[in-house]
């Protein structure tokens, strides 16, 4: 799980308005999570939401501190709409050694909760790894 040293506000509008301003700052929050033994994964699914028409700066901060040379990564997301927008030639350039998988699984805000478990395992199940 990406987290990051200062926390987001439970509350909607206070994390939309500092993903707004991280956004707008082009910013790279410190990360409080990391991962210890990443030369043991050869996948690595990566979710996120759709802030501004991309991905928000924590996941920048994740995929710029770890090297994913020859690993797949699978991306996943919610959005209000717009899909993945940029996300995908983002992450392949940042990871450009990197496998990147250029359709993901990816569901609006309004049906995550419409969402089976019986969905995401027809959507892995059918990953061309």
């Not at 926390?7 to 790279?28: C, H, I, L, V």
């Not at 919610?78 to 993945?84: A, E, I, N, W, Y």
């Not at 990147?100 to 027809?122: A, I, R």
């Amino acid at each position: 799980m990406i987290e990051t040293e200062e926390r987001y506000p439970a509350d909607y509008d206070a994390t939309d308005r500092q993903g707004a301003k991280e956004s707008k700052e082009n910013s790279r929050p410190k990360l409080a999570s990391h991962i210890e033994n990443v030369d043991e994964y050869d996948t690595v699914y990566l979710g996120f939401p759709n802030w501004y028409y991309g991905m928000p700066m924590a996941v920048y901060s994740f995929l710029e501190e770890y090297d994913f040379s020859g690993k797949t990564i699978i991306p996943f997301i919610t959005s209000g709409g717009s899909g993945f927008s940029d996300a995908i030639s983002e992450i392949q350039s940042i990871q450009s050694d990197a496998t990147v998988l250029p359709e993901g699984y990816k569901v609006t805000h309004s049906k995550v909760s419409d969402v089976t478990f019986e969905d995401v395992e027809e959507w892995i199940n059918g990953l061309n790894k």
